[in-house]
Nanobody, 113 residues
Framework: VQLVESGGGLVQPGGSLRLSCVAS????????MRWARQAPGKGLEWVST???????NYADSMKGRFTISRSNAKNTVYLQMNSLKPEDTAVYYC????????WGQGTQVTVSS
């Protein structure tokens, strides 16, 4: 299993970013994919999950601001983040459970003026 995130960066409060995660080494279109994040000094926090049928779930603090989507043709899962706040600053990881949890290396998102 390999997961490679990209798209992080520095953005001002209220701004937007789109994260991408390219997956390989497993049957992507049969797998639920998720995003999680880890803020400085805190544990891993679940953000969102998209199931193989396209059903989505979000943590309450992300509802209405974040949108998860997937392209099975590209083996890629996305996280569109709008109305970003300083408290969204974290390393964002995509993950999948294939005989155990696998995570990518993460991409840093910093929300600051």
């Amino acid at each position: 299993v390999q997961l490679v995130e990209s798209g992080g960066g520095l953005v001002q409060p209220g701004g937007s970013l789109r994260l991408s995660c390219v997956a390989s080494g497993f049957t992507f279109n049969r797998s639920a994919m998720r995003w999680a994040r880890q803020a400085p000094g805190k544990g891993l926090e679940w953000v969102s999950t998209i199931y193989r049928d396209g059903t989505t779930n979000y943590a309450d603090s992300m509802k209405g601001r974040f949108t998860i989507s997937r392209s099975n043709a590209k083996n890629t899962v996305y996280l569109q983040m709008n109305s970003l706040k300083p408290e969204d600053t974290a390393v964002y990881y995509c993950g999948v459970t294939i005989r155990g949890d696998s995570w990518g290396q993460g991409t840093q998102v910093t929300v600051s003026s």
